[in-house]
């Protein structure tokens, strides 16, 4: 069990801190860029749901409203 907790270490960090000798400063780079679109892929999916779902509502409303003669 104690074998485990010693090689853990190693395996849990980053990479730059696994990888000292190699040049890892593209990979922090790249790993930062895809988080960044991740975060806004994300955002965009979440903002396109309640827009959908807006003009849903909206339709629906309008429908409503003129089969019962009060759109006005």
Known sequence: MAVLFWTAGPILAC????EP????E?????????YSWTVLFMLAV???LCGGLGTYMW???K???SRHGSGE
């Open 15 to 18: 990479a730059g801190c696994r």
């Open 21 to 24: 000798g190699e040049d890892v």
């Open 26 to 34: 593209s990979a922090t780079v790249m790993a930062g860029v895809a």
């Open 46 to 48: 979440v903002f396109s």
């Open 59 to 61: 339709k629906t409303i």
């Open 63 to 65: 429908a409503v409203d």
